[in-house]
């Protein structure tokens, strides 16, 4: 009985920091209509400053719990608000998304660089460990009675707000009517503002008070993601019932502590399910719930894509292919496995074109199938041992197959879902993965076989071997994964222009009217759903081919978000917004980094200066992301409309071209260095439209307005006068003083 009681206790007070934290999505959810994935972030960050002020500047903690609760937390939401949050209306759900993805990522690297995750951290409980009181035989702590006590005051106070006071009407009213309210003299601004305050404040507060109860143990990537399993509390009440809300933090609470105490401790699976219950029970959740309250999802949205027809498709295709083997001419064999990498990763991002760009559909775990396709690949497509081991095409077929079963599994209960549901569906799924089948490491017996999913915590993939292909060279590997992606991308254009992609484009647009027209909005989503898995396996395969060995790490969440995330920054409407964003997240960041690394080890007097610049990279990509809000459709659409509006300039495009094959020259002759070729070639591109639109508009500065537009667009001058004249065939008279008169 004693252990019960223990462990009902610990529940108890593990589900009201989670009620803490679930509050604080549910308020900010029902003012703004956005859902806050950075909500994790926001409490280690708080979290982090806790320990700074009290650790190492020593100060008492009352104080340091005015300064981060009472002055840092409502800071950092209502510049959230003011600085991001109030610019996404009129946004479609996946850009409100990533938006909050970014400010996540960005948070997570910029706690990284202000304190060493290299260095220990650890946060005391409240009064010490040792002030405790002991009840009915169970030893309950003085800092978890101040969480259940927080967590039922808070929950009692929001209720009251939300149902009993005019703000909290304001507050419900600014995301309903934004417009109604203007009328009856609100600020639904001013509003929000004070939910995101209100709301960062609460999510700081649960991670000043749960890091002691899990350990003690301060890390960015981990806070940031025990405060997420907060999400599925939330999702009990529906973002809306705040003691719902309360009650299913306490559910979630109890779960985890009772499958710790009385599941067989044997191996590793009472741990893992302990870890991956909150994911779990989101998903459950979702799938039962109702979704007929899930707002957003009639709204006009400003993104704007221009699919590409077969055509162009194939010839930039080749285009791609051409350019990506002259510029191995110039790379070193490692630079060439690297590049080979970024490219599996832009296969992987056409598995979020598909599904995201055209259908509308949301993915937020695309590594996941990544893994699927990888596990499989590894147990039953390796030939050989050592040296000698090679993966072979049926193999990766299976794995391909593999990955488009689990996508259609996982799909199939998700059907009635959209919008945010389908996409924390899909993270829900990401996040069990990771926990419980890439943390495998027992070994299992089926139908007389033993295996262990995960041996040693990693897979040695070896790669791929097809005949006279051998993937162990880096030129071919980069080669293959290029063409494939070309002949993908094709495939996309292909789909996109048929029948099918029509049908889809139209789900994107209005589930509801393309169900009352006749559509099977089941068998599309279930569809798409498979396609995008698929293709999502095969980059995987490939991604591991091309590591070599991988491990939990690899197919991580946040490698997920940070992929999403840069497709969109991208253009996740566009085949080359793909492959930018997965270039980005493949390579992009990690190159640069590991560059200025290197230059910090061999310039020791630089080595600060090198250390933020890489700071600089990771933080600075993240505040790309945040400006989605601003430019939705992606950086291609702009560059794509630039070079659209500069085609008429011929000799502009020809000095280009003759640019880029001079340095290609120089380049390949060893006369410059590849980093100069790249960042040159790079800048001539980015400003070829700039030059374009200046060339373009000399020129018709030189060339007379029409007659129509004559004293419209310039002055109406005497030269003007004239030049009518001459043209309506009016004769022109000399007045005295020179000035002319028509007759």
Known sequence: MTTFLTYTILGLVLGSVYSIAASGLVLTYNTSGIFNFAHGAQAMFGTFLYWHLTERWGWPVWLALIIVIGLA????????????????????????????????????YL????????????????????????????????????????????????????TRSRTGVVMRGSVDDPDLLRLNGHDPERAAMLSWALGSTLAVLAGVLIVPISGGGLDATALT????????????????????????????GLAANYVLAYLPSAGTFAGNLRVSLPMIILFVVLVVLPQDRLRGAAIRTRERYRPPTVRSAAVWGLVLVAVVYLYSLLLSDGAITTFALGMTFAIVALSLTVLTGYAGELNLAPLAFGAVATVVAFHFGVE????????????????????????????????????????????????????????????????????????????????????PFDLRDGTTSLMTATVLFALIAVGLAALRGSGYGRRLAAMKDSPAASAMLGQNL??????????????????????????????????????????????????????????????????????????????????????????????????????????????????????????????????????????????????????????????VAMCAVMLLPVFGRMYLDEGRRDRPAPLELVGVDEPYTDELRARLDRELGLPAVLKKGGSRVTA
């Open 522 to 679: 089941v068998r599309l989503k279930l569809s798409v759903f498979m396609i995008s898995a698929a293709i999502a396996g095969l980059g995987g395969v490939l991604m591991s081919a091309a590591t070599g060995t991988v491990a939990q790490e690899n197919f991580s969440f946040l490698g997920s978000l940070g992929l999403l995330m840069l497709v969109v920054v991208a253009g996740i409407g566009y085949l080359s917004g793909a492959l930018l964003g997965g270039l980005m997240a493949g390579v992009g960041s990690a190159v640069i980094v590991s560059t200025l690394g290197d230059l910090a080890l061999e310039n020791e007097g630089m080595a600060t200066v090198y250390g933020v610049l890489g700071h600089l990279v990771l933080v600075g990509t993240a505040l790309v992301g945040m400006t989605v809000g601003r430019h939705p459709s992606g950086f291609v659409h702009d560059i794509v409309e630039g070079y659209r509006a500069t085609r008429n300039a011929k000799p502009v495009l020809y000095g280009a071209a003759a640019l880029g094959v001079v340095l290609y020259l120089l380049a390949l002759t060893g006369v410059i260095g590849t980093w100069t070729f790249a960042l």
């Open 73 to 108: 937390g409502p800071a950092m939401g209502a510049g959230l608000h003011a600085v991001i949050m109030k610019g996404l209306r009129g946004t479609a759900d996946v850009t409100k998304i990533i938006v909050t993805v970014a400010v996540l990522l960005g948070t997570v």
């Open 225 to 252: 993601l025990l405060v997420i399993d907060a999400f599925a509390a939330a999702m009990f009440g529906r973002l809306r019932s705040i003691p719902r809300t309360f009650a299913g933090a306490m559910v979630l």
């Open 384 to 467: 050989g041992t050592g040296l000698a081991a090679r993966t072979n095409v049926q193999g990766v077929l299976l794995a391909v197959a593999a990955a488009a079963l689990v996508g259609g599994l996982v799909a199939l209960p998700a059907l009635r879902l959209r919008g945010l549901y389908l996409a924390l569906a899909t993270m829900a799924f990401g996040e069990f993965l990771s926990n419980m089948v890439l943390r495998d490491t027992t070994e299992h017996e089926l139908f007389g076989m033993r295996f262990t999913l995960f041996p040693d915590g990693s897979l040695v993939v070896p790669p791929l071997k097809a005949g």
């Open 111 to 162: 706690a990284q660089w202000v304190w060493n995750p290299d260095e220990a951290h650890t946060v005391d409980m409240f009064f010490g460990a040792g002030a405790k009181i002991t009840l009915a035989g169970v030893v309950i702590r003085y800092h978890e009675i101040v969480c259940l006590v927080a967590a039922v005051a808070i929950a009692a106070g929001l209720r009251v707000l939300f």
